[in-house]
């Protein structure tokens, strides 16, 4: 069989939206209704079978890809302290997990501990306080990649990347300021007198 | 309220322009219907957002009539007849209103304090039948003014206890809307809760100058007491703190399916909220900053 990826006409790195939107467009293209009464139906219906059959494998092989690496990152695990409190997260219930969290004394309290107050804050919808516990984690345990990519998705959404508004790419408003007036001032002034007139009479 | 859930007009559609403006207009009148011309003054933004979630979450028909605006009467405009949604919307703004305002008695001095009791006459009278018909949006303001006061009179009170009051408030208000469309409760919970969050902080930064002269309670001067910075990194830290919000807003909006308004909810959500943080906290003319 060919590539499924070729017969939907994507790449092999399309997004599953992708590859979705590509499958419904070839699907109304080539959909039995179309070619109803006409001499081409058994092509067409030829065809909508290769397109149906190449977008179940390609989504299934995502799906086992995925199911994989999932089953990778439990396995591999993070090792956890507290496996308990991650289940009462993970069940959202979060005042649970934060009564255990908050009943461990202060000198115990490891990287582990901050990262899953942060995720309970989170929860609750207290953002900066998971902030602030989060970026407390990554600095007691910096090369943890759990905390560092929980990390790094909130530092961008603070940034603007998922909406909001972002200083860097809107730029800021061009401000005239008193050291550009005066710029503006002379080049006008060297400008006329180039041209043998004066816009300031004293240079 | 205060007025800080706007649209982006150059962004909107002529028609979708259209059908805000008579929601906006509609609100005014039902307003002025429900509890005197007076009260027409308290029409906001924010409560014409609050009707148009209502339509789209109850999926409520709405009619359409042509009218003369009572501020300029030679124009003629566009405003939805009577609906639930506005009585809804009305009802929210009167009972706020009239919180705010004995707020402001308790905060003013002599002279001005007077002024607001003066006002709090007229406005007795809209709470007064606006809490007998909406006795639910009563006990939650009631409630949420209780809160924020205590979260105020705290000490060291973080951001995020500080939006907690009016987070809970809107996600509150939002989920006493009939649910006729079966949106999940649990979408609309959290979209309303950052909503409020985000109505709240960036009421906040908004006042940051304001309240660092006058001493008032703000969480963000809370937060830079004690530590070295310019104005341009408040605003900064302001911005980050706002666009975590919106993306809290945008997990849960994203997978609510509104019916009607898709579009002009979009344009507010995605348009005129980052917008309003650019001129609130990057864009202020008239206020010269202070290093």
């Known amino acids: ?13 399309a ?5 979705k939107n590509a499958y419904r467009e070839l699907a ?13 139906a058994d092509f067409a219906s030829e065809k909508m079978k290769e397109i149906n059959l190449a977008y179940d494998t390609i989504i299934e092989e995502r799906r086992n890809k995925r199911k994989n690496s999932d089953g990778v990152y439990a396995s591999t695990g993070y090792s956890s302290e507290y496996p308990d409190v991650r289940r009462l ?17 202060r000198d115990k309290r490891s990287a582990e501990w901050y990262f899953l107050k942060s995720m309970v804050f989170y929860k609750k919808g207290f953002l900066e306080d998971a902030f602030s516990y989060i970026e407390t984690a990554c600095q007691m345990d910096s090369e943890n990649k759990e905390y560092q990519s929980a990390y790094n998705h909130i530092k961008n959404a603070r940034n603007g990347e998922y909406g909001g508004y972002n200083v860097k790419k809107n730029g800021s408003m061009p401000m ?13 002034d060297c400008c006329c007198e180039c041209f043998g007139g004066d816009l300031i009479g004293c240079c | 309220m205060f007025g800080y859930l706007q649209t982006q007009k150059s962004e909107l559609l002529i028609k979708d322009y259209e059908a805000y403006k008579s929601v906006y207009c509609g609100l005014c009148k039902q307003l002025g ?39 300029n009467p030679l124009k003629k405009c566009m405003f939805c007849t009577e609906n639930k949604a506005l009585k809804f919307a009305a009802a929210v703004s009167a009972i706020l209103t009239y919180y705010k305002i004995k707020d402001n008695i308790s ?13 709090s006459l007229f406005f007795r009278r809209a709470y007064k039948k606006a809490k007998k018909d909406y006795p639910v949006i009563e006990e939650i303001t009631a409630q949420y003014i209780q809160e924020q006061f205590n979260v105020e009179h705290d000490k060291n009170v973080s951001i995020d206890i500080a939006a907690n009051p009016t987070a809970n408030f809107i996600s509150k208000l939002i989920m006493s809307i009939p649910n006729t469309n079966n949106i999940p409760n649990l979408l609309l919970e959290k979209f309303g809760y950052f909503i409020g969050r985000w109505v709240y902080l960036i009421d906040a930064a908004d ?10 309670f703000n969480p963000f001067v809370d937060y830079f007491k004690n530590k070295e910075n310019t104005r341009n990194d408040v605003s900064k830290y302001c911005n980050s703190v706002l666009n975590f919000t919106i993306y809290q807003i945008n997990l849960a909006y994203n997978l609510i399916d509104f019916k009607q308004f898709k579009r002009i909810l979009d344009n507010i959500i995605n348009y005129g909220l980052p917008d309003m943080q650019r001129k609130c906290l990057f864009y202020k003319p008239f206020n010269k900053k202070k290093k």
């Open chain 1, 176 to 188: 005239c300021s008193c050291c550009d007036l005066c710029n503006i001032l002379v080049c006008s």
């Open chain 2, 33 to 71: 219907k429900s509890y005197g011309v007076l009260s027409r003054l308290t029409l906001s933004y924010d409560c014409t957002f609050l009707a148009l979630l209502y339509i789209s979450i109850n999926d409520d028909d709405i009619c359409v009539k042509k009218g003369h605006c009572v501020v």
């Open chain 1, 15 to 19: 997004t599953d939206e992708e590859v």
């Open chain 2, 207 to 216: 006042d940051y100058d304001k309240d660092l002269l006058s001493g008032n």
């Open chain 1, 89 to 105: 997260i993970n069940n959202n219930r979060v005042a649970d997990a934060e009564q255990i969290l908050d009943g461990i004394p």
């Open chain 1, 1 to 13: 069989m060919s590539n499924p990826y070729s017969v939907l006409g994507i790449s092999e790195s």
């Open chain 1, 28 to 40: 109304k293209k080539y959909h039995p209704d179309n070619y109803e009464n006409s001499e081409l």
């Open chain 2, 107 to 119: 905060d003013s001095k002599f002279l001005k304090a007077l002024f607001f009791k003066f006002l």
